[in-house]
């Protein structure tokens, strides 16, 4: 067990211990195994949730505390993740719509909105990326008649 680093090493640590079955206190080290691999994915979890940047990265976070399934604060910090995941995107979002003239680029922009559903002001401002993308698409029909 003292080599054990992963959660893998402690799981199979964990079954060379219950292989052993009823001798002396090899089902509590087993569970101490166990326990152990929990701490070890929780701990990596939130190694990851300090550095991960993206959306992906952040929703995979999250997926990791909710496979721990109430281990210490797992389910809170799955509810973090999926903020900041929304968060990444509303920052991302915005500054496609501040800084495109790309009709496509806004309908995508309001599309990421849309789904960001009620996450602060995600619905006016797909409102404002569909009138802006309908404002360019006038300018090109008039340019083009």
């Avoid at 009823?22 to 080290?29: E, G, N, R």
């Avoid at 973090?80 to 800084?99: D, G, M």
């Avoid at 619905?123 to 090109?140: F, G, N, P």
Wanted: aromatic share 6%; glycine share 2%.
């Amino acid at each position: 067990m003292k080599n054990a680093k992963s959660k893998k090493d402690f799981l199979d640590v964990a079954g060379q211990f219950e292989k052993i079955g009823k001798f002396k206190d090899s089902a509590a080290l087993a569970a101490e195994c166990r326990e152990k691999a929990k701490e070890t994915v929780y701990m990596q979890a939130k190694n990851a949730l300090l550095i991960s940047k993206t959306e992906k990265e952040l929703l995979e976070t999250a997926a990791e505390f909710e496979r721990l399934k109430g281990y210490k604060d797992s389910a809170v910090l799955a509810e973090q993740c999926r903020e900041n995941a929304k968060e990444t995107v509303y920052i991302q979002t915005r500054k496609i719509l501040l800084n495109s003239k790309n009709e496509k680029e806004l309908l995508t922009a309001a599309n990421k909105f849309e789904k960001l559903k009620d996450y602060k002001d995600s619905a006016a401002l797909a409102k404002e990326c569909r009138q802006k993308s309908t404002a360019y698409q006038m300018e090109i029909e008039a340019i083009a008649t």
